[in-house]
């Protein structure tokens, strides 16, 4: 198959032979009538070069129809080779995760792909494209037609905005092709928030850490020292600076297991050991085991559960102890002296409940989203100087979601705080009651 440009080409030789031919064909009869005096001659004559021309004309025209055909045929797989890559751009665009919004110069929106329209839950049937702007509107005023034209024709730099906590960043591309003239722009949302969080998660992993560490490392430093002067010779004094030494350590060590457990499951390395277990038993021990925590702040912790309750649950022991000790422990850590804790197990017929309630300091509303958020430590906390790594929660909600379960948390700032975890229990097993 030939250059369409060459079909172009003979086709305009063709049609100018087809009219040249036509010329001759009269300026031959002329000669004719003027040259030949017999009238039968001149009829003879005539017809020949009728007959001549007719058939020449019939050899060009079929060379003119046969361009043609080729023309087209050339015409037809070019526009069948575009449609083609329209066809698989459009698949493609449609399908990306980005989402993407062509408006045209005059403001209308020529095309936006699944994902735009995943972006608008306000409307639940299918989105309605002469309805654009207001669906658009009710996500982000920027996404409206007039707006991406004006963006994009403005140069401006992408920006990223914050829409029910999740946060988007829109880019504008200006539509000029050929010549200069403009033709329209391009918007493309991408979902950025895994990023801006681990941004946020890299922030609060540097403050906590610089936090955590500066003063146990301090302490050691400065008992340490003191006792290398030789001027403590009080065997009582000793002895109290290297259970602070001994005690600081210890608080250092448990920020690096955190680390530990954290890097473990980062890398798919939770290994569960799962067996049937009591889970009254397991919480009692613990509520035992973080007494003296509570005792230091004269704090009531309330565990008053049936002593006939059995509820076995399939779980890994050590893991479900280490959550119940993150969420006893904070519920503590944040209560002032004197304060109080209920412990509470909630029974049902397919889930079981551990209820942690305290009357401390509570979470303010705007941290509420954040807290199981690895690093993350309200201000309030990091204030307080009240140590921690920002891990507990989070290492907890990925144990107890390991193991089918959820964990909530509810809070009034000021006034108290409950941790709700969920663990589903056996088929057959526990005390039927209220879930």
């Not at 030949?36 to 004559?45: G, K, P, T, Y």
């Not at 509420?368 to 201000?379: A, D, K, M, P």
């Amino acid at each position: 198959m030939g250059n369409r440009d060459d079909y172009l080409v003979g086709i305009r030789k063709a049609r100018l032979a087809s009219f040249v031919l036509v010329l001759t064909c009269f300026a031959a009869m002329l000669v004719v009538f003027v040259l030949l005096a017999d009238r039968e001659l001149i009829f003879v004559a005539a017809a020949a070069i009728i007959i001549a021309h007719v058939a020449l004309w019939w050899f060009i025209y079929r060379r003119i129809l046969l361009s043609e055909a080729e023309f087209f045929e050339a015409v037809s797989d070019d526009m069948y080779a575009v449609q083609f890559r329209l066809r698989t751009f459009e698949t493609a665009v449609r399908q990306i995760r980005d989402g993407v919004v062509i408006v045209s110069e005059d403001d209308d929106l020529v095309f936006m792909n699944e994902t735009v329209k995943r972006l608008f839950p306000a409307f639940e049937d299918e989105l309605d494209i002469s309805r654009y702007d207001e669906h658009a509107s009710g996500f982000s005023a920027k996404l409206e037609c007039a707006a991406i034209l004006e963006s994009a024709k403005e140069n401006r730099p992408s920006e990223t905005i914050n829409v029910d906590g999740k946060f988007y960043k829109i880019g504008y591309v200006a539509l000029v092709p050929e010549k200069g003239k403009w033709r329209g722009a391009v918007a493309v949302i991408s979902d950025v928030t895994e990023s801006i969080k681990a941004d946020r998660m890299q922030s609060d992993f540097i403050a906590n850490v610089s936090h955590e560490l500066r003063t146990p490392l301090t302490n050691v430093k400065t008992y340490a020292e003191t006792l290398m002067t030789g001027t403590v010779e009080d065997e009582e004094t000793v002895n109290e600076f290297l259970d602070i030494i001994v005690t600081e350590t210890d608080r250092i060590n448990k920020l690096i297991e955190e680390f530990k457990n954290l890097a473990s499951m980062d890398y798919m390395e939770l290994v569960l050991d799962m067996a049937e277990s009591d889970l009254p038993s397991l919480v009692r021990m613990v509520v035992k085991t973080l007494e003296l925590d509570a005792n230091k702040k004269s704090i009531t912790v309330n565990y008053m559960p049936n002593p006939d309750m059995k509820i076995t649950v399939e779980m890994d022991r050590i893991k479900i102890e280490q959550v119940i000790k993150n969420i006893l422990g904070n519920a503590i850590k944040y209560t002032d002296e004197k304060g109080r804790v209920d412990v509470e197990i909630v029974s049902g017929q397919n889930c079981v409940q551990i209820v942690i309630t305290d009357n401390g300091m509570g979470i303010p509303e705007e941290d509420l989203s954040r807290v199981f958020e690895r690093f993350f430590r309200g201000e309030k906390a990091r204030n307080d100087n009240t140590s921690g790594s920002g891990l507990g929660l989070g290492i907890s909600k990925q144990i107890v979601e390991e193991h089918g379960g959820s964990i909530e948390i509810e809070s009034k700032y000021g006034r108290w705080t409950k941790v709700i975890v969920s663990l589903p229990v056996n088929k057959g097993r526990g005390t039927p009651g209220i879930l």
